[in-house]
């Protein structure tokens, strides 16, 4: 167990619909950080949330926001949903939001969508 | 254009064998480069992080090079076990907050 939980590990909807991915966050950590996994692609990076605020924007689509709630626990949230957005979503948490910060995976949502 | 590969794309090896893993970068500015080992659906686990000034760092079996110049760093994995068996990830921060993944190396050690 990294500390790090995603919920729920699995979600199948369909197309047109909305989900929300929730993570927590490992004890003490501020920042975290969401990552999207399509078969055979590598990890890509979608947002980041430092304390509540948002720290860093990557390849999010306009379809998608996330937001880090008082008690560090963080949504993803995914609307409109296409076939394409069928993939593994991460969540990564850090104790700082910057420099020579490790970060902690959780395991992961699996979305299907059909 | 900021990127990482890596190569090659996928490895099969036998128990007991060594082998390398290779990841090219083109990142800049550099802050430092990770190298991650993902099982099958499960989250990636950290192996190694490495900065700038420094060359080889080793965690356990695994041994990571990295040549600032040349923009080039190696995982290298001795003495092969089952369990090595996943993706293994090559990540470079390039400034604040800003990471660059690498679609990674598939290994599979078999028996």
């Known amino acids: 167990d990294s500390g790090v939980t995603q919920t729920p590990k699995h979600l199948i909807t369909a197309t047109g619909q909305r989900v929300t991915l929730r993570c927590s966050p490992r004890?003490?950590?501020?920042?975290v950080y969401w990552y999207q996994q399509s078969l055979d692609q590598g990890l890509q990076f979608l947002i980041q949330y430092y304390n509540g605020e948002e720290r860093a924007k990557g390849n999010i689509l306009e379809r998608f926001s996330a937001q880090q709630f008082p008690d560090l626990h963080s949504e993803l949230n995914l609307s409109s949903l296409e076939l394409g957005d069928s993939a593994l979503y991460f969540c990564?948490?850090?104790?700082?939001?910057?420099?020579?910060?490790?970060?902690?995976f959780g395991s992961g949502t699996r979305l299907t969508v059909v | 254009k900021n990127q990482v590969e890596q190569s090659p794309q996928s490895l099969i090896i036998l128990e007991g064998k060594n082998c390398t893993l290779q990841c090219n970068y083109t990142v800049s500015p550099f802050s430092n480069l990770r190298w991650y080992k993902q099982d099958t659906g499960r989250g990636p686990v950290s192996l190694t992080i490495?900065?700038?000034?420094?060359n080889t760092k080793s965690n356990g079996r695994y041994t990571a090079t990295l040549d600032a110049d040349t923009k080039q760093s190696s995982l290298h994995i001795t003495a092969s076990q089952l369990s090595d068996s996943a993706s293994y990830i090559c990540?470079?921060?390039?400034?604040?907050?800003?990471?660059?993944f690498g679609t990674g190396t598939r290994l599979k050690v078999l028996a």
């Open positions: 990564a948490s850090s104790v700082g939001g910057g420099e020579g910060y490790g970060y902690t």
């Open positions: 004890s003490g950590d501020l920042s």
């Open positions: 990540v470079v921060k390039g400034g604040t907050y800003k990471y660059i």
């Open positions: 490495m900065t700038f000034s420094e």
